[in-house]
């Protein structure tokens, strides 16, 4: 049985040692700074304080959801039946008085306790067992992706230079020919010392014959007319290669990854299947970044998680004539929920009936697609509070 807490326990995550500190319903001091380990000897000497203070029964505790490292804490402490709230580290920051100016540990465990005690801020999203393996294979997929586009911009920084005129000889510069050209001849001089027959059966192999000669020969000429830089031949040659090798070792790692999350969607509750623009991927995302459901009171409340929400800027008497979206909060859920939005407004249906409305209106391409995304970030909240299946006719998108 739930009991009013009487003691509020804040704790301040770090990499290596959190710090902890108990104050009581009228604000004093009961456990002053203390500092553990992020370990399980640590855990059990905060364990024991707690326990001092009087236990689950009596200490509510909070802590901020600083990357990653309050995981492990979190679960061991609601495994010994502690309530524990998680905030968002900007809320505790707002919390302290500007009298403190310091960023010592002291007085961010304090803050949290006094925010947990008087009942400030909105606890961060905690998922369940099943939410936590979306979030976490969903989330590494979009790392993977962020880190191949890096890797591309890598491989135009070293190809730009030598060969200006390259990315002109080929729609998708990242395609299996243009790759194939790379790694055989990174810079114009490489290309220009292959033998011509070989960079025809190169052109022909790769595009699976797509291409002809007057390609090859396209190539060669480009290779010949360039005005790329002469120095530094030798380095660029073997970044170039190098980072051409990284993408492709990371390609069977996504495709794995990504049947690994499709698997996973069977798992779901099915009628996420039924949002418009969603597919396994994106169903495994959309639950790994919103359950529990119920943390969100309305569906203005998920806008906002997912950085949609819009914002203006003001000063004085001036106003921004343009609106953009926070971008603050799941960069996850907004991608998710914004690829989905992309693919419905290309079927017929009302979110695309939506998205033309807004394009006749006069908002830009992207911007009607955000706008789509709104609309269908409340159909989402709607369909997932409900637990059931998507109906567009007469489906409720207003919260």
Known sequence: MNTKPTRFCGIDIAKVNHVACVITADEGVLVKKQSFSNTAQGFQQLLARL?????????????????????ALHDFLVRQGYRVVVFNPLQTRQGRDDVRKSQTDRIDAYCIARVIKNGQGRSALVPGELGMTCRQ????RYALIRQSSQIKQLIWSRVQPVWPEYEGLFTDAFAPTSRAILQAAPTPADLLAMDPDRLTALVRRASRGRF???KAD?????A??????????EGTRTSIRTLLAALDAMRPIRVQLES????LAARLPQYILTLPGANPIRAVSLYGETDPIDHFATGSQLVAFAGLDMVVSQSGQWEASRKRISKRGSPVLRQTLWSMAHLAVLQEGPLRDFFLRKRKAGLHHLAAVTAAAVKLTRIAWRILTDQRDYIPDGC???S
């Open 224 to 233: 010949k007319d360039s005005a790329g830089m002469q120095r530094g031949l």
């Open 396 to 398: 409720p998108v207003k």
């Open 260 to 263: 690994d999350i499709e698997k």
């Open 212 to 214: 002809t000669d007057a």
């Open 51 to 71: 326990q001092q203070a009087g236990g689950p029964a009596e200490v509510l505790v909070g802590m901020e959801a600083t990357g990653h490292y309050w995981y």
């Open 218 to 222: 396209e190539i060669l000429a480009c």
């Open 137 to 140: 294979l969903t989330r590494l």
